[in-house]
T-cell receptor, first 116, second 113 residues
């Protein structure tokens, strides 16, 4: 069975600190996709990044960076110089092949609180 | 439309009543997904559609839950004889292809009293 584990339930940091959100996954698929979503207090899920299993290059987008390591089945997310607006629940997700298509399986999320 | 639209945004219903939740996906998106998010929990996959067809209904929690999609567009999730444990936020998402990531709607917050 496919599974996504986000071991950190809650993280609290002070503005300008760097923070890393961990994500470990399990899959038997050879081709798969990994995602990160942000859910701010407003509730809407915001897509952050998609990474396919053949691309292990790290990616940086502004203050956000992602470290994908197939050897450890991890897809960690780092926010550099955190800001109060980064406070949200962050979900890691894994694509799962389903009959007729795919579905995303989500971890339970990590709640990040950034204080000023 | 520009985004995924869900209605109603909030619904309070009495235990035992039936409810219908609506999702209007992004125009042209062939895949549509329903998820449930209970308080403090992650997202639980319920069902997805490719066009009007639902190839995998295994995520539906009980036979009180059903969903349909017509015209490859709007989808309705129906919960019959609602129970208090059905209280949650029901999220809909659509995508052109599942592997490219979803666009989520704002959800319907269902409260069963």
């Amino acid at each position: 069975a496919q599974k996504v584990t986000q071991a950190q339930t809650e993280i609290s940091v002070v503005e300008k600190e760097d923070v890393t959100l961990d994500c470990v996954y399990e899959t038997r698929d050879t081709t798969y996709y990994l995602f990160w979503y942000k859910q701010p207090p407003s509730g809407e899920l915001v897509f952050l990044i998609r990474r396919n299993s053949f691309d292990e290059q790290n990616e940086i987008s502004g203050r956000y960076s992602w470290n994908f390591q197939k050897s450890t089945s991890s897809f960690n997310f780092t926010i550099t110089a955190s800001q109060v607006v980064d406070s949200a629940v962050y979900f890691c997700a894994l694509s799962e092949a389903r009959r007729g298509g795919t579905a995303l399986i989500f971890g339970k999320g990590t709640t990040l609180s950034v204080s000023s | 439309g520009a985004g995924v639209s869900q209605s109603p945004s909030n619904k309070v219903t009495e235990k035992g009543k039936d409810v219908e939740l609506r999702c209007d996906p992004i125009s042209g998106h062939t895949a549509l997904y329903w998820y449930r998010q209970s308080l403090g929990q992650g997202l639980e996959f319920l069902i997805y559609f490719q066009g009007n067809s639902a190839p995998d209904k295994s995520g539906l929690p009980s036979d009180r839950f059903s969903a349909e999609r017509t015209g490859g567009s709007v989808s309705t999730l129906t919960i019959q004889r609602t129970q208090q444990e059905d209280s949650a936020v029901y999220l809909c998402a659509s995508s052109s292809t599942g592997a490219h990531g979803y666009t989520f709607g704002s959800g319907t917050r269902l409260t069963v009293v």
